[in-house]
């Protein structure tokens, strides 16, 4: 029967294929979701094999952000079945990892930095991100400070030099000239992430210190009033997201852009032809004498308990993360500015940048990045930033108020703890 | 029948089939009821008996779970609505008998239904693009109509859905009216045409009323579609959320994002039997609707 | 006269062949601009969204290749066995359910079948738990084992109706000839049902193939991915490179394309054979 042998050939080929499954036997695999990252970690991972295990070798991996969580999830809920060695997860997603019990299933730290003498070493409020119940479970990538990036040609073309700014205030003054030369231009982008971060520039945020819910504070709904009158005069937009935000950097609709060290790596990325455009500028204070930085995002890399080479990745991102060399390497490539103190000494992280216009980031981000606020992590935190998502849109629209739509998640997500509890 | 004295045989033949079935059916079905009554976050802690709260929330308190069965409703009416009247408008034309080239139009309007779910959500992605997107700029634009922010506009999100699915499952729905059309004998039309009725009349006293069991199977797989509708969307919309608003979320996503992203399993498992019951609901009304019931 | 007459059926089908190419239109468009983009270079997406440039980039479909052959290996593996099963399992079994009378038919039938309705989504906690459980996640037999039971119901309805619907005559002189039950089935049922066996086969195909949210709870391994779960990580893989991007979900087509086109027919008359009078 032709049926019958094309099952057993169909099944042969089966049980040979998982059979052939590649388990090579130095070779570490790790999950990336931004290029940038996955670029530095294969650069690192060279390195370490020439200069200290030549038999080591790293398979980076870039999955998409939201499947690279879920996929890291489930297979730690499935006691890491097809699990990498290391991962790098994003702050905002490691919340999701805490839940049901309080074990995220990666390698608890506090042991291997302290030996190393490099807890010390490590911006505490960044690793604050990665730490439940006095845990650490993450190495930070970046401090992540908040500058302001502008379009230097356009700004300075209309008689503004934006490192003079002081306050908010200053800026809309000057994105108002300027939109009165240019009804088209939008010299504020409100992107998904800037009420959240603009909200710590103030010292408030989405979670406090002890885990409770704040988005529906009175701090945070004037602040989103605020972005929505910026709108309605035309100073602040919300260009659609994704290929389009792109192609409006390129074509000049979007003029400055309130990010963190890694949206410079994006900009070059993405726009490399707005290449010596750009310069960056600390972010405007609220009031004189105010903080003049945020942080935004912020990704640990973590080692999966599971994993048969535990001992070797960690090894590998002490080499990595835990040194000027690999510190001041990942500035060079992805200006991710370093969270590890002596490598924010380095000559290296002051080198002029070409993408912006000559400019010396590393001064920038050295001078704002004491200032930069602290961050609270909460196992709520994911589900909170989908509600928040989900509502977005409506609030910018003017559809809801932010009051109403803040008031209504943070009862949702207090619900939710009291459900669980 | 055969009088053979055969009497475990047809158990033993059948046995693969049920303990299969069993396994990963069955089993799973069972275990969801009482999963339903425990509370359980993640896999590696012990559940706890917490009984019908799961459901009490979900019909009370969890707004996300009435917008996803709004959306999920909205889309497989709109979709039927859309669906049903074209697929039969196309199975008559494939049907008439002198058509030219009828195997390469069927062909044709079966492409879509066999493209992955992630390829048809990029393009429509680019189908309903704001500013470059072939919508607005090749059938809105000449109209002189104005941009229409598909995908970013809660009310716009799921119309844009459903035309997604209009254009992914017609064709499909299309060959199964023209297999019920074969189905019909040509005589009982020519007899109706001989009593002096027109086409028309043949139509809607011969041909309709002899296409329902078909268009009973069609919704029943066009409800069943819809609540199993999760890859277009999650990759048009950019995410499990589901847009602005949650507009596009639909029930799997929901179920998702409830059980494999916040992890609550029990509560996830409460979700599809609320489901299952839902969707049995809207069957037998459809059934009845269409009274189909005569034919067994 | 002889004139006339085909020139009314011209006409007659002229307004047809309108409507139906204006509907081909809508539905060939989007996937011939998916053609259209695997062709360019990124610059030339961006410089012209719509219309095909030249120099066409045929470059783009290697690159695609080398990742996407892969996933469409696994699909192949994983959906074949699928198919294989439940051809062997539903062509038996719906034979016994049509042709065997034996204590509890009816209810087992019925039984089974009022839970066609339940939708896959209802289970996939428990599924997960129990596939977890029995060590199967990250490896094919997650997917196949569960695609075969989940299909299995619709399937052996298709076969039961369709053994129904042969005529007794055909098996009598089989049992006359003195076969055993076996042979009666292998030599007499099957080849007669082969309509039947390939409808069963291209719907298990189609769904099977398509299928994205089973193996995204269940496969994290991107070597293991079947190809609807593929083109999402392909998709990250190819973010920024449109070109290479579509030459990757043109390739990815073409298998489900090649069996449709060849196996059209025989999946219409194997429907039209009775199966979804209901």
Known sequence: MKKLKVLLLLLAGLMMFSAVAPVAAQELELWAFVNTHARWFREQAERYADEVNPDFSLNVIEIAYGDLHDRLLISIQSGGVGAPDIADVEQGRFGSFLRGGGDPGFVELNAFLDQGGHTENLVEARQALYTSMGSVYGIEHALTPVVLY???????????????????????????????????????????????????????????????????????????????????????????????????????????????????????????????????????????????TSVWGGTGAMVVKTSDHVEEALDFLEFSMLSIEGNVRRFELTTLWPPYIPAMASERLHAADEYFSGQDLGALFADVGPEAPPQWQSPFRSQLNGLRAAAWQDVIDGNRSPEEVFTEIADTIRDEMEFES | ????????????????????????????????????????????????????????????????????????????????????????????????????????????????????????????????????????????????????????????????????????????????????????????????????????????????????????????????????????PAILLRGLEGGPNNAGMTMTMYLYTRGFRELKMGYASAIGYSLAVIILVLSVIQLVLIRAFRED | MIKRKRLRIANHDLPFQLVLLAFGIVTFFPLVLVVITSLKSNTQFYHNFWLPELPFQFGNYSSAFRIIWRYIVNSVLYSGSTICLIAMIASVAGYVFARFHFPFKTALFLGFITLIMVPGVLTLAPRFVLVRDLGLVNTPYALISVWVSGGLVLSTWLMRSYFESLPQELFDAAYVDGAAEWQVFVYVSVPLARPMIATVAMTTLISSWNDLIWPLVTITDKDKMPLAMGLMQFSSDFETDWGTLFAGYVISSIPLLCVFAVAMRQFISGLTSGSIKA
């Open chain 1, 150 to 292: 502008y379009r230097a040609d356009v700004w300075e073309g209309a008689g503004f030099d934006p490192q003079e700014f002081v306050t908010w205030d200053d800026f809309v003054e000057a994105g108002r000239a300027i939109v009165a030369e240019n009804p088209d231009v939008i010299p504020l982008h409100i992107h998904g992430g800037l009420h959240e971060l603009l909200l710590r520039q103030q010292g408030h945020d989405y979670f406090n210190a002890d885990g409770d819910v704040t988005i529906d504070s009175a701090e945070s709904i004037a602040l989103m009033d605020w972005l929505l009158a910026l709108k309605d005069e035309g100073v602040a937009g919300d260009p659609p997201a994704g290929d389009a935000l792109w192609a409006a950097f390129k074509d000049g609709t979007l003029i400055s852009m309130v990010g963190a060290d890694w949206y410079g790596g994006f900009f070059k990325d993405n726009a490399p032809e707005l290449s010596g455009k750009w310069k960056a500028a600390p972010l405007p204070a609220f009031e004189e004498g105010g903080r003049r």
């Open chain 2, 1 to 232: 029948m055969f009088g053979r004295g055969r009497k475990i045989a047809p158990y033993l033949f059948i046995s693969p089939f049920f303990i299969g079935y069993a396994i990963f059916f069955l089993y799973p079905v069972v275990q969801s009821l009482q999963l339903s009554f425990y509370r359980q976050v993640g896999l590696n802690k012990a559940p706890r008996f917490i009984g019908v709260d799961n459901y009490v929330r979900l019909a009370t308190k969890d707004a996300l779970f009435i917008k996803a069965l709004t959306n999920t409703t909205y889309y497989a009416l709109g979709s039927i609505l859309i669906i049903v009247p074209l697929a039969l408008l196309l199975a008559l034309i494939l049907h008439s008998p002198k058509l030219r080239f009828r195997e390469f139009f069927r062909f044709l309007y079966f492409t879509p239904n066999i493209t992955a779910g992630v390829v048809v959500g990029i393009i429509f992605g680019l189908v309903f693009e704001e500013q470059y997107g072939l919508i607005n700029n090749l059938l809105l634009a000449p109209l002189g109509l104005e941009n229409v922010r598909w995908l970013r506009e809660a009310r716009w999100v799921m119309p844009a859905i459903i035309l997604l699915g209009a254009w992914k499952w017609t064709g499909i729905n299309a060959i199964y009216f023209m297999v019920g059309l074969q189905n019909i004998p040509p005589e009982l039309k020519e007899a109706a045409r001989v009593d002096g009725a027109t086409r028309l009349q043949v139509f809607w006293h011969v041909t309709l009323p002899l296409l329902r069991p078909i268009l009973a199977f069609v919704l029943t797989i066009a409800i069943i579609g819809s609540y199993n509708l999760f890859a277009e």
